[in-house]
């Protein structure tokens, strides 16, 4: 498995190769075209002149051509050829090989034109047909070998290749220290990494710079901090879980104890010791039951929504909490209005109406009253929960939610809360993409609690 640092420097050498062979290939070949088009273009225009020249004699012959020769300026050329009719050479002011072809095709009315760089020289030559009153009485063949400009494209070579390896050397250089920049920092990134997966939860990455690597960094951090707020809380719950389980069981282990060391206790007293631990039973019973409603909560366990009536679930929970109204002297009133559906769990319906007024109920004072609305709107179905009780200072409002937070820890044990019951009901909302607020009273006493739940759509609901 290769490094980042591997990768990178190999992708890095390949773009810079690509370039250095751009740069050392392109401008030679734009230059060498431009040549053979200039040459082209020259020595054409002077086989013309030429080939004119000896179109005024009415038959080719070596004293002819060489008086010819005379008056046109050809010192640039390194050669001349010049064949009659017959294709039978009667000038060659060198001497050595001729490329018949190419004079073939002269006599045969074609102009050729050739052009090799090779050897550090442009080698050309050009063959012309000559004719005379419209009749070709030969062909003329002009040889060039340019050293001058071959050396200055060879030159303007070999600058560009030193040029090209200083440039590779310093880019190559750049390349290594910015990798090693760069993924220095990832390094010191993994690193805190590291640091926070061996459980320092309080440990923050030092963010340098405004690039993508320090918003990487600063979005660690905010996940480094939920890790921390979220380790706090369940330590905390564990914390508060373990003293809720444990003040029961203790309770039931005194009084298991008191009956096993007192001997001959008379039959009231067994009476009230045996209700006391049926009475810390339920209590641990449900403490148990709320956590594992939380549990599943937090576990996010779908369940298929369908239509719940909140109406009816609201009748239901009041049917099971009226027993406990009338033991405290607490009086129920509703305004439960038609139709007001949502699409949920009716089991997590039933538990947040059950424990909003079961709260209510319990936290009330005597001859005090619950009041239970239900109504919607375009766009939302709400459901408000409303006493006389003793309230929720403001300070608390914001806790009231988290899970074992008491207002009253004293009053709230003595009334058999655990702490929980809103944590259920908040998260069920949360749950079933609702809100929930919590206010006083216009006088200023009691509570107010407003759960708003999305109105859904005929065709969701089928209603």
Not at 39 to 50: E, H
């Amino acid at each position: 498995m290769h490094s980042i640092r591997f990768k990178f420097f190999v992708f890095v050498l390949a773009i810079l190769l690509i370039l250095l062979l751009l740069l050392n290939t392109y401008p030679i070949i734009s230059s060498r075209d431009a040549v053979f088009q200039e040459k082209r273009s020259a020595m054409s225009a002077q086989g013309a002149v030429v080939s004119s020249a000896l179109g005024g004699l009415e038959k080719l012959s070596r004293d002819g051509v060489t008086d010819v020769f005379r008056f046109l300026d050809l010192g640039n050329y390194d050669r001349i050829v010049v064949t009659d009719e017959s294709g039978n050479i009667i000038y060659d002011d060198r001497g050595g090989a001729v490329e018949t072809k190419d004079l073939g095709a002269a006599l045969a009315g074609k102009s050729v034109f050739r052009s090799v760089f090779s050897n550090s020289a442009f080698s050309s030559r050009i063959s012309v047909p000559v004719g005379s009153q419209g009749a070709i009485i030969g062909a003329v063949s002009l040889y060039e070998n340019d050293t001058e400009r071959a050396g200055i494209i060879l030159s303007i070579q070999h600058r560009i290749a030193i040029l090209s390896l200083i440039i590779g050397t310093a880019a190559l250089l750049l390349a290594v220290s910015f990798s090693w920049l760069i993924l220095r920092r990832f390094y010191r990134l993994a690193d805190s990494m590291h640091t926070v997966a061996g459980g320092n939860y309080s440990y923050r990455h030092d963010i340098t710079g405004n690039d993508e690597i320090s918003e990487l960094g600063r979005e660690f951090n905010l996940l480094t901090e939920r890790l921390e707020e979220n380790e706090q809380q369940r330590r905390r719950f564990v914390s508060d879980a373990s003293h809720e389980l444990k003040t029961p069981l203790a309770s039931i282990r005194l009084l298991s104890d008191s009956i096993l060391q007192t001997d001959g206790m008379d039959e009231d007293t067994l009476r009230e010791f045996v209700t006391d631990i049926r009475t810390e039973s339920e209590r641990l019973q449900r403490t148990t039951e709320k956590l594992l409603d939380l549990s599943r909560l937090d576990d996010g366990v779908k369940v298929l929504p369908e239509p719940v009536d909140l109406k009816q679930i609201s009748l239901d929970a009041l049917a099971g909490l009226a027993p406990l109204a009338r033991e405290r002297g607490i009086r129920i009133t509703t305004d439960l209005k038609d139709g007001c559906v949502i699409m949920g769990s009716p089991d997590d319906m039933g538990r947040v109406v059950s424990n909003l007024v079961e709260n209510a109920i319990k936290y009330n004072v005597p001859d005090g009253s619950v009041t239970v609305r239900l109504s919607q709107d375009a766009e939302h179905v709400t459901l408000t929960v409303e006493d006389t009780g003793i309230g929720i200072p403001k300070e608390d409002r914001l806790n009231i939610f988290t899970r074992f937070y008491r207002v009253d820890k004293a009053r709230s044990r003595a009334s058999g809360g655990s702490g929980l019951g809103l944590s259920i009901v908040h998260d069920a909302v949360i749950a079933h993409g609702g809100t929930i607020t919590v206010g006083s009273n216009p006088n200023g006493e009691g509570s107010v609690f407003l759960v708003r739940f999305p109105r859904p759509s005929a065709e969701e609901t089928g209603i």
